[in-house]
């Protein structure tokens, strides 16, 4: 079954940028509408952006204008472009497809993302 693995979180300050990954392997990555999420500690993990298979994009209204979401169909990659970021952008960030169930299966580790002074 094809997998996804984030990579590309770490510690930031308010203000400064990460690049996240998501590697999804298998060969079905192109056909499908694809998302970031994030949990935060003791909340519920939300969709953050989203990217279809034709390349429109939506954001939450909280990250518009500060994160940018696209995709590398050839290598089966999906992108998080994170600017100006915000103590409230704390969380395991996780890529997954927008269907459900995901063909990707189960969800992948995530990837860390702390902005902190």
């Known amino acids: 079954q094809a997998q996804l693995v984030e990579s590309g979180g770490g510690l930031v300050q308010p203000g400064g940028s990460l690049r996240l990954s998501c590697a999804a392997s298998?060969?079905?990555?192109?056909?499908?509408?694809m998302g970031w999420y994030r949990q935060a500690p003791g909340k519920a993990r939300e969709l953050v952006a989203a990217?279809?298979?034709?390349?429109?994009?939506n954001y939450k209204d909280s990250v518009k204008g500060r994160f940018s979401i696209s995709r590398d169909n050839a290598k089966s990659t999906l992108y998080l472009q994170m600017n100006n970021l915000k103590y409230e952008d704390t969380a395991v960030y996780y890529c997954?497809?927008?269907?459900?169930?995901?063909?990707?299966?189960?969800w992948g580790q995530g990837t860390q993302v702390t902005v902190s002074s």
């Open positions: 997954n497809a927008l269907r459900r169930p995901s063909p990707f299966g189960s």
């Open positions: 298998g060969s079905i990555f192109s056909i499908y509408d």
């Open positions: 990217i279809m298979t034709h390349g429109s994009t």
